[in-house]
């Protein structure tokens, strides 16, 4: 998921666009101060472990079944 600008206003967050996230999606909301660089995703999620990082995933893909399409035969390569 990536995340877009937004403005708070009148008590009410605004994006700056559509983002197509689905309903109940958990947001985390950081004011940037003016003149500073706004905080990117990595930034925020450098000491999260492997196990933080599947169980913040855990779920995203909702009701949706989640199947591995065929892959078919291996390519046949020349020997070297």
């Keep these: 998921m990536v995340g877009v600008p937004a403005t708070y206003r009148s008590g009410k967050v605004e ?3 559509p983002v197509g996230w689905p309903d109940g ?4 909301v950081v004011p940037i101060q003016p003149g ?5 995703v990595t930034d925020n999620r450098q000491t999260e472990s492997y196990r ?5 995933l855990a779920g995203s893909f909702g009701d949706e079944p989640f199947e ?5 035969d291996n390519e046949k ?3 070297w």
């Design 15 to 17: 994006l700056s666009g």
């Design 77 to 79: 390569r020349e020997e």
């Design 36 to 40: 500073a660089a706004a905080p990117s």
């Design 52 to 56: 933080e990082f599947i169980e913040r």
């Design 25 to 28: 999606t958990q947001l985390e």
């Design 68 to 72: 591995r399409p065929p892959q078919g």
